[in-house]
Each structure stands twice: as C-alpha cells, then as structure tokens.
C-alpha cells in the first residue's frame, strides 16, 4: 500500500513538474522522488500507530514540511544548514537536485544515505508492523 501511494504520488508529482520543467536526468530525479516519499510513508507507519491519529497526521505534516520545504530548500540557501545533514530527506534532495541539473550522477554518498534512511525506517515499520499483528497471548 505504501509502495502503491508513494509511486502515485509521485507520479502525479513529476507530470506536475514536467508541466514548467525539464530536468537534467529523468532516471535519477524520479528515482530520488520515489526515495523521499517512501521514505517518508514509511516514517508515517511508524507515526502513526505510536502518536495516534491526529498526533501522526501534524508530526506527518511538520516534519517533511521542516525538513523538505525549509530545510532543504536549495531556494533558501545553496547548502543546507548543519542540522538538516541529519533529517531523512537530505539524501533525496541531494539526489533529486544532482538529476535536476546535473547530466551525470555525482551523488553517491547522498545514494547510499538516502537508501539507508529508507531501509532502516522500512526495517523499524515491518517491526513494528510485526509487533501490532501478532496474535496476543491468553
């Protein structure tokens, strides 16, 4: 389901984008899209469950609004502020930047951190997911 609501999202996102612009690289700049919103669904899962309803939908709206819209807006600045290296889009928008314009992939630091951010919240979701499925002991 994630997968599904990531890629449509995204897809409707990029035929938005490609209304006004064209980036570098098509192959990298959808790929980094997919990154952040899966990574982000699957911050969600694991919001979701722990803070409730309400409390996971404003986390799920402060957080990529933090660290995507300000944070890592290259709009605001040409590098993001030391404390945003930590957030888990930085990869992805390093990723989606180098593809927008750029025609050759110079990111693979920011690869290997954005993969990592996405498994690692994969991992911590199917645990979790895990842990609120199983069966309860009588």
């Known amino acids: 389901m994630i997968l599904f609501a990531a890629l449509l999202t995204t897809a409707v996102s990029l035929a938005v984008t490609a209304m006004s612009f064209t980036p570098e690289d098509w192959v990298l700049f959808t790929a980094a899209n997919v990154l952040v919103a899966l990574t982000y669904g699957m ?81 911590l979701a199917a645990l979790q997911f895990h842990r609120l499925a199983a069966p309860s002991e009588p």
Do not use: K, S
């Not at 911050?43 to 609004?65: E, K």
């Not at 807006?73 to 040409?78: G, L, S």
């Not at 889009?89 to 993969?115: I, N």
């Open 43 to 123: 911050l969600g899962v694991l919001a979701g469950p722990r803070l409730g309803l309400l409390g996971g939908l404003y986390v799920m709206l402060a957080l990529p609004f933090i660290d995507i819209g300000i944070a890592q807006n290259a709009m605001f600045d040409a590098a993001p502020p030391a404390w945003a290296t930590y957030l888990p889009g930085h990869g992805g928008v390093r990723l989606l930047l180098d593809g927008a314009f750029t025609p050759t992939f110079d990111e693979l630091g920011a690869l290997v951190l954005a993969l990592g951010w996405l498994v690692g919240v994969t991992c």
